[in-house]
């Protein structure tokens, strides 16, 4: 069966057994209470007409089309809306249905178009298969003018960069306004007007464009009709052809059917069946796919001898040859440990799998990171501790089931849109919530959305909050004495340790600049409020305590026994697509797959038998290690992965002052990004849509990431890296990815199940995949913890050295929005820049108007590193004394100000708290060719 | 580099900062089991030279954690 038209069973299903037994058309079907009569209908083999309603949306009730007739019920009962009774008989189809669902039709053809044959949706439009299945053979009203008043003159809105808003095809059927409602939870969408006023309307009379409109594509794809239509499908065409593959944005995971015609991709489509995303998407999956045929792409290996010098387009041969060797001659030269490479998390976990074995098996050593140091590093820690696995403990669906949300350091309606409605739809049902930020971010207040609690802590100050939530669990007697009796351990030594009156509320209200009742209350929410479930994010981890914080959060949820079952769990939102996998696949340089540390010689012993090669059993260098070296003068080569280092990581000076000490950077990317220009070797990358892998999101789910097309650079990644290893006389061949990850199930663990041909059976697996788990695990930690026992943790609050000071009064906080991703290199090619052309400063009224700064100013940002100009945003969403920025351009390059300072125990960078003055540059602005960003010192 | 200080020294403290609340033999115990978990190993030589030319710069317990890199593991 083609993927291209999946089954829409009209309504949703329903939970429960299926013990409702009717008979549709004569065929007996057994359904779940609460089913709709058209569903059963479905499920019975029987289709029903159907026009306003559609399998991810509630019943509406609005077309009649659908009506049909049950014994012992007058009139004929719209059959979306009609919940199936025990015995029904149902009868779809007769002369009398026939004639009602025909007359239905022609009052919709009477206001709409007849231009099936030149219209984008000819082939894929519900009207017209309606006209159809209905036998409609005359309009007896005539159409167009000659049918009276009608719509067919209203104006297309074609403000939105990747889709129309053709009003005149618009059949009213309330779908995309549903879509909006219900699907994504923004309800931008509205029917306006009445009777035959009504219209589909964005807002008060704007357009789609300057409406709260997020483009998530749920119109779209709820539309029946051409009415809303992806622009690429009125350029190009219908798709005829579709591979199912993975989103390679953030760290949700989202199944799409990539829509083709021939070989040239129409549409991306989210997959109803897609484990992560069950058919909903982001304006970043759903249609920022541009890049990808970008004509900035680089697609011929360059190579320089040094980074004066313009680059050099070679063969692959030659490129291969000359990386190679001088890989081989720095180590002649330097020392073993004098080289290594950092993998990234956009690529699949065959590659990455294939520079970890290349850095260990072939350089000798471990010097091998991953983007995830950046990051999530702090998760991987805290959760192994306490835990005893560096992953999040649920899967997305467990928070259908959650009573109370606790979201710390997270935005998920900018950075994981799609499961961000998940949880608004969850809220929607009566969960409560609960926000720690410094930053009112959307979820605080929206459409139907509201925090019970929004704990505005200062920035810094996360673990003094969550020890104050943690001795209140403790002091009020609201610990889940029996889970932590029979599931954990260290815990007498903890309950002193954080009952401790430094830890209460009162104290550290005046630290962390929340009310110390607010901080009680929402630790009462949390505790007594049913199943509680943490998701957090980047506002956790990129801290110096961040790995305190991870343990902290652990402590909170196994005090209170919110561990194990669905709805509750402590939760990592992963940034990247594939944070999960990156980590999972040994890029750390102190563990090999599966979060083994190198000194376990029996581990070690497994790869050493395989690869034929001495593992080291010390760990490596990370990230900010290497910089360290490079600079000192021990390390003088790095292999980078897709990753854009002089971009993404903080202290854009000391990064600088790393890559322009390396004697060979050898930067693996789709573009010529900011760390190429520093390199001397540029080996072109395969887009998501060239790769053949798999990549596993936040919910530990591998997922398949399948090609639409041969790598356009003539390689894949991992080929590449087999060919460098064997340049290098290792003998390093795989025949495919699915070989690779055979490699990986065999030698880990976790992956034990997990193979291609599995991956397509099930569509996707969450590891761990074993004997135990032989279809995967979506809740981790369900009969015991995977140590054994969860082991509860001090966390002594620390407060970072980075302290706002007369020079520099503000703190500084960074992060992301929802149209770009990470640092732009993808985003910032498609028209997504239409909604974020350029990195702003946030900055609060109160702020701003001592400086005398108005909103649209430029400014300067400086901290005790660096200084850079963007322009001021006047926003109360921070707190008075706090900004914030995101990353997404280089031109403003926040990575300017952001400081050396880490966590302690991963190296992963404080981005969210820096010291920084705002000062207002006076006009005229700065032209913009010549605007950098300028680190102490000067610019190297 | 920051401020002078060589980035071993620096993480040095900054991991000794955590610890501080345990007693001076525990802490350090705690801090080299870290160092020996994650630092490469110049990383470690560096930090043990630096505790040998007699800086003054180190935290106290972490100059003790020095000392425990230097036995055998």
């Not at chain 2, 800086?55 to 230097?70: F, I, R, V």
């Amino acid at each position: 069966m083609s993927l291209l038209k999946e089954p829409d069973f009209g309504t949703p299903a329903r939970a429960g057994a299926a013990t409702i037994e009717l008979t549709v058309d004569g065929v007996p079907v057994k359904v779940p209470p609460g089913t709709s009569v058209m569903r059963a209908a479905k499920e019975a083999g029987v289709d029903v007409p159907k026009l306003c309603a559609t399998d991810n949306l509630e019943a509406f009730g609005s077309c009649r089309l659908c009506v049909v007739e049950i014994d012992g019920v007058k009139g004929t009962p719209a059959s979306c809306t009609t919940p199936c009774r025990d015995g029904m008989v149902v009868r779809t189809q007769n002369e009398r249905l026939g004639k009602l669902r025909r007359g239905v039709m022609e009052l919709y053809i009477s206001d709409h178009p007849l231009d099936c044959l030149t219209c984008s949706a000819n082939g894929d439009c519900e009207l017209q298969d309606m006209a159809g299945v209905t036998g409609l053979r005359e309009v007896r009203y005539g159409s167009g003018v000659e049918a009276g008043a009608n719509h067919m003159d209203l104006p297309t809105d074609s403000s939105n960069p990747y889709f129309d808003f053709e009003a005149s095809k618009c059949i009213a059927c309330s779908r995309c306004v549903r879509a909006c409602d219900e699907v994504q939870g923004t309800l931008a969408l509205t029917i306006e007007g009445r009777g035959f006023d009504s219209k589909v309307a964005a807002g008060a009379g704007v357009s789609f464009f300057e409406s709260d409109c997020v483009s998530c594509g749920a119109c779209v794809q709820a539309c029946p009709t051409a009415t809303l239509q992806e622009k690429s499908v009125v350029e190009l065409g219908m798709p005829t052809r579709t591979v199912l593959t993975t989103c390679a944005y953030c760290g949700v995971g989202c199944s799409f059917k990539a829509e083709l015609r021939g070989d040239e991709l129409v549409r991306m489509v989210p997959y109803k069946n897609g484990g992560a995303n069950e058919g909903h998407s982001c304006v970043k999956g759903r249609f920022a796919f541009g890049y990808a045929s970008h004509p900035d792409r680089v697609l011929e290996p360059m190579v320089r001898n040094t980074i004066s010098e313009p680059w050099r387009k070679v063969s692959w041969e030659e490129a291969i040859s000359f990386t190679a060797g001088r890989l081989r001659e720095i180590q002649a030269a330097h020392g073993q440990g004098s080289i290594g490479a950092i993998t990234s998390s956009r690529t699949t976990n065959e590659e990455v799998y294939a520079v970890q074995k290349m850095v260990r098996a072939v350089f000798g050593n471990n010097n091998v990171d991953t983007c995830a140091r950046v990051c999530h590093s702090p998760t991987g820690y805290g959760l192994k501790q306490t835990f005893g696995e560096s992953a999040g403990t649920q899967d997305f669906r467990s928070v259908d089931e959650s009573d109370v949300i606790l979201v710390i350091g997270s935005n998920p309606t900018d950075a994981h849109p799609v499961f961000a409605s998940r949880m608004k739809q969850r809220i929607r049902q009566g969960a409560q919530l609960i926000v720690i930020d410094p930053r009112r971010i959307d979820l605080v207040r929206s459409p139907h959305i509201e925090a019970a609690y929004h704990l505005e802590l200062s920035p810094g100050t996360n673990v003094a909050i969550i020890n104050a939530l943690a001795h209140v669990v403790v002091t009020e007697g609201l610990v889940d004495r029996e889970f932590v009796a029979s599931r954990c351990e260290d815990f007498e030594a903890w309950e002193t340790f954080i009952a401790q009156p430094e830890h209460s509320p009162e104290a550290v209200a005046e630290i962390a600049g929340v009310p110390a009742e607010k901080i009680r209350e929402a630790a009462r929410l949390y505790a007594t409020g049913g199943n509680a479930a943490i998701y957090y994010g980047l506002g956790v981890t990129e801290h110096s305590q961040g790995s305190t914080m991870v343990m902290g959060m652990a402590n909170l949820a196994m005090a209170t026994g919110n561990i194990g079952r669905p709805g509750v769990g402590v939760n990592p939102m992963r940034g990247q697509n594939n944070v999960q996998g990156s980590c999972d696949m040994g890029s750390f340089p102190h563990e090999l797959p599966g979060y083994r540390h190198v000194s376990n010689e029996d581990v070690r012993d497994i790869y050493e038998k395989l690869w034929g090669t001495p593992i080291l059993d010390e760990p490596g260098l990370r990230i900010p290690n290497m910089f360290d070296a490079a600079i000192e003068g021990s390390f003088k080569a790095l292999f980078v992965q897709g990753e854009d280092i002089a971009q993404s990581d903080p202290n854009t000076q000391h990064v600088f002052a790393a890559l322009g000490a390396l004697e060979l950077l050898v930067v693996q990317d789709l573009f010529v990004n900011e760390t190429a220009k520093f390199a001397h070797v540029l080996l072109p990358g395969t887009s998501f849509l060239e790769k053949d892998g798999t990549f596993t999101n936040a919910e530990r789910r591998i997922n398949r990431v399948r090609p639409i097309m041969a790598p356009r650079t003539g390689k894949q990644e991992w080929e590449i890296i087999c060919e460098i290893a064997q340049a290098m006389g290792y003998p390093m061949h795989y025949d495919s990815a699915a070989q690779i990850m055979d490699e990986i199930a065999m030698t880990t663990p976790t992956f034990m199940g997990v193979s291609f041909g599995k991956l397509d059976e099930l569509g996707s697996i969450q590891w761990p995949c074993n004997l135990e788990h032989p279809s995967g695990t979506p809740i981790m930690h369900e009969d015991e913890f995977t140590r054994g026992k969860g082991r509860f943790m001090e966390t002594v609050y620390v407060p970072t050295s980075e302290r706002s000071t007369r020079k520099f009064p503000l703190i500084l906080t960074t992060g992301r929005i929802l149209s770009q991703y990470n640092v732009g290199a993808q985003t910032r090619r498609t028209a997504n820049v239409a909604w974020h052309a350029e990195d702003v400063l946030e900055i609060h009224p109160h702020d701003a108007e001592v400086r005398g700064i108005t909103h649209g100013d430029m400014v300067a940002l400086s901290s005790r590193v660096g200084r850079t100009e963007l322009r001021a945003t006047i926003s109360d969403r921070m707190p008075v004394g706090v900004c914030y920025t995101t990353f997404h351009h280089p031109v403003s390059g926040a990575n300017v100000v952001t400081t050396e300072n880490s966590d302690w125990a991963t190296n992963c960078p404080e981005y969210k708290v820096t010291a920084v003055q705002v000062d207002l540059i006076p006009e005229p602005v700065a032209d913009e060719s010549t605007r950098e960003p300028v680190v102490a010192g000067g610019n190297r | 580099m920051s401020g002078g200080v060589p980035p071993h020294v620096r993480l040095a403290n900054e991991i000794a900062a955590q610890f501080a609340h345990r007693p001076p033999a525990d802490a350090a115990t705690a801090i080299a089991n870290h160092m020996k978990a994650v630092w490469d190993p110049r990383m470690k030589q560096a930090l043990i030279a630096h505790v040998a030319s007699g800086a003054t710069d180190l935290d106290p317990a972490a100059a003790l954690a020095a000392q425990q890199l230097q036995a055998p593991a």
